[in-house]
């Protein structure tokens, strides 16, 4: 078991009374990792193609240029995916 998840373990614990939870400090980071993990695998699946060609465009060119250019990485518009929901 991995040290990440024995946080993700100890993070929430319900007492004997139901309407009392308990949440550790390290909730936030397990949730933001839980969400990461999820658009990662999913993102492929949701987007348009237009969007994945982009973000190979610019995965490639930035493998080309190695570091000649300052490149931000490209960040898949999710409104175009969602929008139809």
Known sequence: MS?????AWGCA??????ALALFSKGLMSV??????????TLG???LPMSEQLQF???????????????????V??????LEHF
Not at 13 to 18: G, M, Y
Not at 56 to 74: D, E, F, I, N, T
Not at 76 to 81: E, G, Q, V
């Open 3 to 7: 040290s990440m998840s024995n946080v």
């Open 13 to 18: 614990a319900a007492t004997a009374q139901a």
């Open 31 to 40: 949730s933001s990792n839980a969400l990461c993990s999820n658009i990662t």
């Open 44 to 46: 492929p699946l949701m």
């Open 56 to 74: 190979l465009a610019a995965a490639l060119l930035r493998r080309v240029a190695h570091g000649a250019m300052k490149m931000k990485p490209y």
């Open 76 to 81: 898949s518009d999710f409104k175009l995916t």
